[in-house]
T-cell receptor
Framework: DVKVTQSSRYLVKRTGEKVFLECVQD?????MFWYRQDPGLGLRLIYF???????EKGDIPEGYSVSREKKERFSLILESASTNQTSMYLC??????????????FGQGTRLTVV | DAKTTQPPSMDCAEGRAANLPCNHS???????VYWYRQIHSQGPQYIIH???NNETNEMASLIITEDRKSSTLILPHATLRDTAVYYC?????????????FGTGTRLTIIP
């Protein structure tokens, strides 16, 4: 079975803390994505990566950074957490295949609360 | 920039066909139409995708207009478990730079 695993389902952190959200996929996918989801705003893309050590900004990268040292792992980093980063964070991965044009697989999400 | 437009919410009676529309008037020739859904407290799940032909699988049917500017996802016999937010996205696989962008979707409620 295809698996995208996020390290935590729920997380509570204090303002100013450095926060790491981890995502691991076991499908050998090239592409990995981080989204946040807030009521009324849908899924918004924060960062994505199409290869090891490669990263691209999504639509809302401010306040975040990412790391992809290994193909299977994509980390989202909040350098100094703020209350407006309280949200549901979703990780996804997909295979780049121009013929099959495959789907993206999502993790279960991490609900982060910054207090 | 929003590439797709969907109604924010819809209701459908249990057992009836649910027809969810999506407008993608600026779609390019090499862009596919994808549909995902997100059931409460879960990550989005792939449903179906197509380029220009109508598609059907065990979950749903996808009807794409001839000019490809709009599409409809059809759930033939909706059940209560189909209550979810449905996302229509357009996507092109550019090797080495695949940005996957979602919008706000349609909240579908199946009424008993």
């Amino acid at each position: 079975d295809v698996k995208v695993t996020q390290s935590s389902r729920y997380l509570v952190k204090r303002t100013g803390e450095k926060v790491f959200l981890e995502c691991v996929q076991d499908m050998d996918h090239e592409n990995m994505f981080w989204y946040r989801q807030d009521p009324g705003l849908g899924l918004r893309l924060i960062y994505f990566s199409y290869d090891v050590k490669m990263k691209e900004k999504g639509d809302i990268p401010e306040g975040y950074s990412v790391s992809r040292e290994k193909k299977e792992r994509f980390s989202l980093i909040l350098e100094s957490a703020s209350t407006n980063q309280t949200s549901m964070y979703l990780c996804a991965s997909s295979l780049t295949d121009l013929i099959l044009n495959t789907e993206a697989f999502f993790g279960q999400g991490t609900r982060l609360t910054v207090v | 920039d929003a590439k797709t437009t969907q109604p924010p919410s819809m209701d459908c009676a249990e057992g009836r066909a649910a027809n969810l529309p999506c407008n993608h008037s600026t779609i390019s020739g090499n862009e596919y139409v994808y549909w995902y859904r997100q059931i409460h407290s879960q990550g989005p799940q792939y449903i179906i995708h197509g380029l220009k032909n109508n598609e059907t699988n065990e979950m749903a049917s996808l009807i794409i207009t001839e000019d490809r500017k709009s599409s409809t996802l059809i759930l033939p016999h909706a059940t209560l478990r189909d209550t979810a937010v449905y996302y229509c996205i357009v996507r092109v696989a550019n090797f080495g730079n695949e940005k996957l962008t979602f919008g706000t979707g349609t909240r579908l409620t199946i009424i008993p």
